[in-house]
């Protein structure tokens, strides 16, 4: 049992490494950001507007927003608020990858569609990376977001096969039950305060 | 000696940790599967409390954007302190003076667990507050990314505090489990095949998200 434990805390370590390490420290560069350069060193944004013209498909944030990605060639996963969030007055959405955003403003007169481009600095490319959550976009992005839910299902596993490992091999074990003792208090303790506390 | 070192403070700070891995796993699987039970809040309670707040700061129409929204932050934290309540205050459209009533304030606070919706009255001393509840799910959530301090409760700033120590111990943990398996003549092979395969696929993947999206 202990080798097949120790197996497990190990090759679930190598497995997810790269990924860990890169939520570690994007999540640290999103924290400290202004420590990481803040907002600057990005370029200007860029603008172009575009013709719509012959696009004869419905006036629908979906099928609006598949045709001008599919036209224009915008790279990365496209975010489609729901009607009820649309402003009045145009189609708006994003195409998101790490490090480059483009927003879309189609408006609801006229046939054009105006694509802003923000390229980020290296700080932001982290923080968007650290931002892609739930599965949707193509195999390639859910591909990711699949490594980012084995990321976070070791991280409880370290945990557990990591608490049976040192109560195994550990002689004294008092100094491991003070640590485990303080984070599972403080933890716990913290959950409760806020769920709670007035 | 150095390999003993290395071993204990990976094994001591992971323990030092445990909570901290725990609350980030749920909380990281949570944002990629948002189940709508993760979301619940109970319905709101409504209860008074009578405050005194003489020197409210109000806003003006020859404020700009920027000072209205620090009169109205002044204001919310004011009220957050004559409650006795401890969290973030919101002071852009969720706070609001009434134009009809120049002695009604709306406050908007939050905090990781609760939200405060506070209507006071300077003419009655009075403040009305709409308090709605989140879950355990919600509060593990905010735990994920709370850094900073959390106005009004040291204990709750702590957590920024954890979240600097665990950063470091799982950083060091990656590195430091890497040597200790590396230092280990079995398992040496397939631990390479499978680290280099993954962390080739990870870097990959990262790389064609970022250039080609």
């Known amino acids: 049992m202990y080798n097949v434990i120790r197996r497990v805390h190990l090759y679930a370590g190598l497995v997810v490494l790269v990924f860990l390490m890169m939520y570690f420290v994007s999540g640290y560069v999103m924290i400290h950001r202004p420590w ?3 907002q600057s060193g990005k370029p200007a944004a860029e603008t172009r507007t575009e013709s719509l013209a012959g696009y004869s498909g419905a006036r629908t944030p979906d099928a609006l927003s598949a045709y001008v990605v599919a036209r224009f060639q915008l790279h990365g996963r496209a975010n489609v608020p729901p009607p009820v969030r649309q402003p009045k007055d145009a189609v708006r959405f994003n195409v ?6 483009q927003q879309v403003e189609i408006p609801h007169a006229g046939d054009t569609v105006t694509i802003t481009t923000q ?6 490319i982290f923080v968007q990376l650290h931002r892609i959550h739930g599965y949707g976009g193509g195999w390639i992005w859910n591909a990711f977001v699949f490594f980012n839910d084995l990321a976070s299902f070791a991280c409880i596993l370290f945990a557990l096969t990591g608490v049976y490992l040192w109560w195994k091999t550990a002689k004294r074990k008092i100094w491991g039950v003070l640590c485990l003792g303080a984070s599972c208090l403080y933890a716990a303790g913290m959950v409760l305060y806020l769920l709670n506390a007035r | 000696m150095l390999r003993k070192i290395i071993l204990n403070l990976h094994i001591y700070g992971g323990l030092l940790c445990f909570g901290y891995l725990i609350v980030f796993g749920i909380s990281s699987l949570n944002f990629n599967h948002p189940f709508e039970f993760t979301r619940a809040k109970k319905a709101p ?12 700061p109000r806003v003006t129409d020859d404020m700009t954007s ?3 929204v620090d009169a ?5 934290h004011a009220v957050r302190q004559a409650l006795g309540l401890f969290g973030h205050q919101r002071p852009w459209q969720q706070s609001w003076w009434d134009a009809k009533d120049p002695n009604h304030y709306h ?3 939050v905090r990781p667990g609760a939200e405060y919706e506070v209507d006071v009255h300077l003419d009655r001393n009075l403040a009305i507050v709409a308090e709605t509840r989140t879950s355990a799910w919600s509060v593990i959530g905010a735990l994920h990314g709370f850094h900073g301090a959390m106005p009004g409760s040291t204990f709750a700033s702590s957590w920024a505090w954890y979240t600097e120590l665990c950063t470091f111990v799982v950083l060091f943990a990656g590195v430091s489990g890497v040597y200790l398996w590396t230092a280990r003549q079995n398992e040496r092979r397939f631990g390479f095949v499978l680290l280099g395969g993954a962390a080739a696929g990870s870097l990959a993947l990262m790389l ?5 999206g």
């Open chain 1, 36 to 38: 990481f350069g803040g």
């Open chain 1, 96 to 101: 998101v990858r790490p490090g480059t955003i």
């Open chain 2, 45 to 56: 309670i409504t209860w008074e409390r009578s405050v005194t707040l003489p020197d409210l």
């Open chain 1, 119 to 124: 390229r980020e600095n290296v700080a932001g």
């Open chain 2, 107 to 109: 406050a908007s606070l």
């Open chain 2, 66 to 68: 920027e000072q209205r």
């Open chain 2, 208 to 212: 064609y998200l970022t250039l080609h």
């Open chain 2, 72 to 76: 109205k932050a002044e204001a919310n």
